[in-house]
């Protein structure tokens, strides 16, 4: 009885270390923009929770751990209960991760303009303009 219990602390414990590895993914993804064409997206994509390629979120990890430890109706209740709770903290740290990274790509930028003539500053923020949304060069 404890081993098994054990075994689903483990399994809990795995589950939040990928949900937040799925979060700050997201954050990052998000990011870089689009996938290149060929690719097919990913979480949050157009196929995303459509039967298309790539993870449901909670829905396809609650399924893959009832397969995994036969769960309970009473248990994934309870699983989904708690990525429910944890989902506003996870969406927080995405957002504060995302403000973060663009703080320092603008300080970044900045650093980078300190040593460009005149000139070539104007052509560097020309430059920047010019590239992909969500996709910084610096």
Known sequence: MAADRTRVWFS???LAI???????GLALGRRMGPP???MPGFYGGAQAGRGGPGPRGPRALIERLDRELQLTDEQKRQVQAIFDARRPQLEAMQR???QRAEEEQRGL???VRKVLTVE?????DRWLEQQPR???PL
Do not use: S, T, Y
């Not at 070539?120 to 560097?124: E, G, M, P, S, T």
């Open 12 to 14: 809990l414990f795995i």
């Open 134 to 136: 969500g996709r910084p």
């Open 120 to 124: 070539q500053q104007v052509k560097f």
């Open 18 to 24: 990928f949900g937040l590895g799925l979060a700050l």
């Open 109 to 111: 930028q900045a650093d």
């Open 96 to 98: 504060d991760v995302a």
């Open 36 to 38: 290149p064409p060929g």
